[in-house]
């Protein structure tokens, strides 16, 4: 199987549902350009791709570390996580991914209420 | 001569209709008899994977319960086969989950994910996509802060190789 054109990695993007209330628990759906290659596969000169992946995620809410992940390459490209926060006040979400490169992706949105 | 080889040609023709019916009642024996099973990548661990786990969890007990994993039967793109991961247990600041791994017996890095958790989600839940290289039983791990471990595994049928 061969690969399309390398994507460009970047692009963060934090997802929210509309009209957040207190203390309400809320499902945060993030995503990244990211080609997570597993250095399994092959370029289109048969070239083994060498192993580039999203290797960590911290996710703070006010400044406080709410969730941590750990990745291999075995999550898809372009990952897509969705979790839970419980929105008990207004305060900005904080995402960054971290590449095998040592590349950080981050990306702030709002928590405010009502909207 | 032209006889003799037209004879030739007419016990060719009996010995293919011999050979077509031997068939057919083959094929028909073949499909009156239940199918056996294709026992596939079944339940039993590989032990590349019980080491995963040993590495990773040492002799503690992990046990049947409070966890649902959502994943295809069959997943159509084996580069993208999404996982969504539930458990009921309590998310409060003494008693909460502390962590959901995410395992694939088959895949060549078999520790896939692991999400660390606090109470200050509300909720312990895991929505994502995974990469599969075959046919194999998902595992989903969750352990809480007072070091239960409980699970679910779901076995998932691929087609092509989605390790890329």
Redesign the interface.
Known sequence: ?T?GAAPAAGDPRILLPPGIRQDA?I?VRALVSHP???G??RDEQGALIREYYIKSVEIT?GG??????????????D????????A?HEAPLHIAWTDTKGKVYTQTAAIAFGG | MEDERSNTRRAFLRAAAVGIAVLVVGVRDALAAPAPRDPGPGDDMPDAAKKVLRERFGARQIKDGHVSLDLPEVAPDSREVPVFIETDLPMEPDRYVKAIHLVVDHNPDIYVAGFQLTPALGKASIDTRIKMRRSSQVRAIVETNTGELWWAHKLVYTTLNGCV
Do not use: D, H, N
């Not at chain 1, 406080?64 to 490209?77: M, Y």
């Not at chain 1, 990952?79 to 419980?86: K, S």
């Open positions: 199987m690969l628990v499902y997570m290659y597993t399994m596969s809410y406080q570390r709410v969730a941590r992940f750990e990745w291999t390459s075995g999550i898809s490209r990952p897509y996580v969705a979790f839970p926060l419980r008990t």
